[in-house]
């Protein structure tokens, strides 16, 4: 499957290496992004459905690979994030079955993000960067 880029707002990341008893590491990038790189607020309209007042965007949390460590120039940030379809192995009322799946594989610097109250669209699109 074709791997596919598209820009979100990272505001979190935390770089891990964690050993197992048997000496193996696992390592990679934890980070929180926006799904998108515009900050208009909008309503969840499946919420609304139930009932709920629900706006805003919900951050959402991806492990990138460690090799994305170089390309943390500045959080919060725009980057371009690189992913790709796989497939996982879930247990679904005990039975396995395979899903398909968006992985992180990479990421871009694009720039940095400056988040103050009444940041709009417009600020993040024009590159309100940092000196």
């Known amino acids: 499957m074709q791997n596919f880029n598209q820009k979100y707002l990272m505001l979190f990341a935390s770089p891990y290496t964690i050993e197992n008893e048997n ?4 390592e990679g ?4 992004f926006l799904m998108d790189d515009n900050l208009k607020d909008r309503t969840d ?7 709920q007042a629900v706006h805003g ?8 690979p460690f090799s994305a460590v170089p390309e943390l120039k500045a959080v ?16 679904v009322r005990g039975e396995k079955v395979e ?7 990479g ?7 400056e988040l103050k109250p ?4 417009a600020d993040v699109n024009a590159g309100n960067k940092k000196t």
């Not at 965007?57 to 990138?64: A, F």
């Not at 919060?76 to 247990?91: D, W």
């Not at 990421?107 to 993000?113: L, R, Y």
């Open 99 to 105: 899903i398909p799946s968006m992985q992180a594989v």
């Open 45 to 51: 309209e499946e919420a609304a459905a139930r009932g």
């Open 29 to 32: 990038v934890s980070a929180y």
């Open 76 to 91: 919060p940030g725009l980057y371009e994030v690189t992913l790709k379809m796989v497939s996982k192995r879930v247990e």
């Open 57 to 64: 965007i919900k951050p959402t949390k991806m492990n990138l």
């Open 107 to 113: 990421i871009k610097f694009i720039n940095s993000v």
């Open 118 to 121: 009444g940041l709009t669209e």
């Open 23 to 26: 000496g193996t590491k696992n």
